[in-house]
């Protein structure tokens, strides 16, 4: 069932389908104790996606940079604990690509109202690159851009749904990518808008 789409990549269609209630209301409990909030990058500009984290570490970013923090800046608490469901099914998933005991310690979650991208980037601010990421896209579909070690490398696009799940990891842990705004039908469940779970070993 995973289709290859790198060296290290797959895509597991529809591998989280079965979990949405659970995923749904896992989220519903973590946005009342960290809500998503739109940040400031570095060079000043507002984040055209929302987001929040749970697990012990969480994807910030401010003035200074990109940073993993323990708490969440806009309340100075810990970011709520990972639920037991998220965590399984990013073991499962990285299991089902063939990486082994992934013991994700960090879950950021992206919002995309209509409109809002995501630009090409690569995620380095991880201590180490050896462990995959795990991506859940819940809600509106969207076309993620899935490039090379360079910027100007060409990129592949690749439409998805509801419930698919992506995993990456080894030589194309590094790559560069993106994703455009949501397109297609409003998501039953959803609305207007897509949810994507990022899990990595981020300490
Ligand atoms: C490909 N988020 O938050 S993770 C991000 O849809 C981010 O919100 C995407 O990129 C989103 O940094 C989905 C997809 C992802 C993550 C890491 C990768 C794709 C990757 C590492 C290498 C190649
Ligand atoms: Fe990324």
């Known amino acids: ?45 507002t984040m055209s996606a929302a987001l929040t984290n749970c697990g012990a570490l969480g994807w910030t970013t401010d003035r200074r940079g990109y940073l993993y ?12 604990d990972m639920p037991q469901a998220f965590a399984m099914l990013a073991r499962t998933a990285a299991a089902a690509a063939g990486f082994r005991d992934f013991e994700p310690d960090a879950c950021l979650m992206n919002r995309y109202a209509s409109g809002a991208r995501m630009s090409l980037h690569q995620d380095k601010n991880e201590r180490d690159f050896g462990a995959p990421i795990v991506s859940v896209s819940l809600g509106m579909s969207a076309t ?35 994703v455009l705004a949501p397109e297609g039908a409003t998501h039953p469940l959803l609305g207007d808008c897509r949810i994507n779970l990022t899990f990595r070993k981020a300490g």
């Open 69 to 80: 923090t323990a708490a969440d800046p806009d309340s100075g608490r810990p970011w709520p």
């Open 144 to 178: 993620f851009l899935f490039g090379g070690l360079a910027r100007s490398d060409r990129v592949m696009k690749l439409l998805l749904h509801h419930g698919d799940v992506v995993v990456w990891g080894g030589e194309d842990r590094l790559r560069y990518h993106g």
């Open 1 to 45: 069932e995973p289709e290859r789409i790198g060296p290290c990549a797959f895509v597991l269609h529809g591998y989280a389908l079965s979990q949405e209630q659970a995923l749904l209301s896992a989220i519903a409990g973590i946005e009342d104790r960290a809500p998503f909030r739109r940040m400031v990058t570095p060079g000043g500009l």
